[in-house]
């Protein structure tokens, strides 16, 4: 195998120095040739072989917590500073109360200088033995004895799969069954399968996964039992519940992944649980000299939590410069069924009452999860500058699903206020090449929290939605207010792969909440629901001003129910099925569509849905289809007679707004836009996204056959 630090030194760059470099004298030194006898004093060790740094961030903590000690009257920050290699993790690092700093002098875990330390949660496979087919084999003990199981593999930094069925594309739900009597109340265990696409002769049986999609989500399901002649396949457990938008309903897409007999291509690997055997084909060019593997064995690699009641928060660390790497992920016995947006996953990077906590220029690749989870109590943090990438899940959570609740017994007896999740920052980051795993995970999601910031973001290449925004379903009272989402760059979408999604998504009640200056486009759904911007169920008071959306499946933006939203000085442009969609009209004001460029260059309709109804206010605005021609606005209407009949667009305009090159995705306005007779403000779309150069090297990793 390759040398560890050879292997780092190819794939990784670090172009942060200024930034992220540990100051000359650290406090305390960690490296992979380091030694816990050590003082972790000096960055190396010295030439008699009696001093230098520490091996684990563990006696780094035990060394910070003894300074701390000594004295109370810090003024400057304690860092610990990491010199670059591969550090594999026996457990997850924890940071409780006791490693708190303070305003003055917070505790920063940073890289040394240009180097890159990866904070792994994988194991190095060794003692590979290749057959005569040229398949690599090993035998792993842990794996056979039932403590060790994983769903990923890692060979040369790309993320390979295992065996799927289909290898291109879906198959396709027989029939759809009702729960057999012993889940007739808890969700939906059985399908009917056509032809031989699911076999009961297959190796491992209960390790085969069924993935099925629904409409917004998809379950993760071990197989029980198949009954050939009837065609139909069982599972161990069951999906979230019974109602009809999670059956396996007829003609809906499932892949098969697992299968041992379908292990024939090379980049897939097989895991052989019971007897430990992992069997991976190489890609062409891949030899044992030149090839490093790692499996994944711990879930969450980093936990800031606190331990204490009588000291609930963790306040004031950073870690700057930190690469998390390889979190493991693993089916449960009844498999896996999640409502939406897989909010109920874990993430590399975990924390609880959580205050002035940061995370600048770290890398987090290679999990299993969702990147980072921000949840109850946690409070003015920030994520800045780093890069999420190639993630099983989504990027970032913040907030809860339920709202504010304590966490264990520490925040048992701290206020509601206490445990919300306030005032976070989300800013320059990356999160890209999402959703490999649990498709319907979501770049960033923010549930039952307010005042936070997502600001100057790219996020990219996933399978559902980018932002989700809020969490309460309908006009129940709701903890998400006063968030911000501003100048993301959000594109590549969907892809076709899930529905009902959209670039960003607001749920529930939400006054002060705006979403402005974002750059969205390439949103593509499976089906219905691949929109830009949604308001769905309860949306209420939000502001959506300044966004350029553009080529997207069902349009621009999509009302479902919601109120008093103001969607203004936006351009909509390219829709496919239909530029602007609204699809429950209420007895109070819906929303108000003022200032907006609509711009389209098909047949489809300018609007479908509920337009003719009252509770919504359309004027100033600016529409042009191209090639030009009448005009069609719903159920085939010229404009002038929309204009007459519903009262609307009294002072719209029907005019090409002279984009400078439409074709080539620059929607800046020439100086003579008729866009200025509306009241349209031109603002910069190109000010969106990242305000710091990418780091991580484009080695994208290998998407799975048919979700392309």
Not at 18 to 23: G, K, P, R
Not at 121 to 128: L, T
Not at 635 to 647: I, R, V
Request: charged share 20%; aromatic share 10%.
């Amino acid at each position: 195998m390759l040398m560890r630090t050879h292997f780092i030194a190819v794939l990784f760059v670090a172009s942060l120095a200024t930034q992220l470099a540990a100051a000359a004298a650290a406090d305390v030194y960690v490296s992979p040739q380091g030694n816990d006898r050590w003082s972790g004093k000096v960055a190396a060790p010295t030439p008699d072989g009696n001093d230098g740094p520490v091996a684990t961030v563990g006696r780094a903590q035990a060394l910070v917590r003894e300074l701390r000690a000594a004295r109370s009257d810090w003024k400057r920050p304690l860092v610990v500073s990491l010199r670059g290699g591969l550090y594999e993790l026996a457990d997850t690092l924890r940071f409780s109360a006791a490693d708190s700093g303070s305003a003055e002098s917070p505790t920063r875990y940073a890289a040394y200088e240009a180097e890159t330390p990866i904070l792994s949660g994988g194991k190095q496979i060794d003692g590979w033995q290749v057959g005569a087919d040229g398949r690599w084999r090993v035998t792993l003990e842990k794996v056979a004895s039932g403590e060790w199981e994983f769903s990923q593999l890692f060979v040369n930094d790309q993320r390979r799969f295992r065996p799927m069925l289909p290898r291109e594309g879906y198959y396709h739900v027989a029939e759809s069954l009702d729960p057999t009597p012993a889940s007739a109340e808890k969700g939906f265990d059985r399908f009917q399968f056509a032809d031989d696409d699911v076999r009961a002769d297959w190796s491992n049986l209960h390790d085969v996964e069924v993935l099925g999609f629904h409409q917004w989500c998809a379950s993760r399901m071990r197989i029980e039992a198949v009954d050939p002649a009837e065609h139909i396949v069982r599972f161990t457990g069951t999906t979230v519940g019974v109602a009809p938008w999670i059956r396996f309903g007829k003609g809906h897409r499932y892949r098969i992944e697992n299968v041992k007999e379908a292990l024939t291509a090379p980049g897939q690997w097989y895991l052989d649980r019971p007897t430990g055997e992992l069997t991976y084909i190489p890609m062409p060019g891949e030899t044992l000299e030149n090839t490093m593997v790692v499996a994944p064995w711990i879930d969450v690699l980093l936990r800031v939590a606190s331990d204490d009641a009588a000291r609930p928060w963790v306040e004031h660390l950073e870690f700057s410069g930190l690469t998390f790497a390889h979190s493991n992920w693993k089916l449960p016995a009844e498999g896996q069924s999640i409502p939406q947006a897989e909010y109920r996953l874990s993430a590399a990077v975990e924390a609880t009452g959580a205050r002035h906590v940061r995370w600048n220029g770290c890398t987090l690749r290679h999990l299993g999860g969702y990147g980072i989870a921000l949840g109850g109590g946690c409070q003015d943090n920030e994520v800045t500058a780093c890069e999420l990438v190639d993630l099983g899940a989504g990027g970032i959570k913040i907030g809860t699903v339920g709202g504010a609740k304590s966490w264990g017994n520490v925040g048992v007896h701290l206020s509601a206020d206490a445990q919300e999740s306030l005032r976070n920052t989300v800013r320059d980051c990356t999160i890209a090449h999402a959703g490999r795993m649990h498709p319907a995970a979501v770049g960033v999601w923010l549930g039952h929290t307010s005042y936070n910031v997502v600001t100057h973001n790219d996020i990219h290449d996933l399978y559902y939605t980018a932002v989700s925004v809020g969490w309460q379903w309908g006009y129940a009272e709701s903890q998400s207010h006063h968030n911000q989402i501003t100048f993301n760059h959000l594109h590549t979408i969907g892809q076709g792969v899930l529905s009902d999604m959209a670039a960003v998504y607001t749920l529930g009640i939400s006054p002060g909440t705006i979403v402005s200056n974002n750059w969205a486009h390439d949103v593509r759904s499976f089906d219905y629901g691949g929109w830009g911007l949604y308001t769905d169920e309860g949306s209420t008071s939000i502001v959506m001003e300044n966004n350029l959306v553009y080529r997207t499946r069902t349009g621009g933006f999509h009302q479902h129910y919601g109120k008093d939203n103001r969607i203004t000085n936006n351009i909509f442009a390219l829709g496919e099925k239909q530029q602007l969609q609204w699809t429950r009209a209420e007895e109070h004001r819906s929303f108000t569509f003022e200032r907006n460029i609509v711009y389209w260059e098909n047949d489809s309709p300018l609007f479908d849905g509920r337009w003719q109804g009252k509770g919504v206010d359309l004027d100033y605005n600016l529409y042009w289809r191209k090639p030009p021609g009448t005009l069609h606005t719903m159920a085939n209407q010229p404009f002038d007679a929309w204009q007459q009949k519903s009262g609307h667009d009294q002072h719209s305009i029907v005019a090409d707004p002279k984009f400078v090159d439409p074709d080539s995705d620059d929607f800046r306005l020439q100086p003579d836009s008729p866009a200025a007779r509306i009241g349209f403000v031109p603002f910069d779309f190109q000010r969106a996204g990242r305000e710091t150069p990418v780091r991580y090297k484009a080695i994208l990793p290998v998407v799975p056959a048919g979700f392309d």
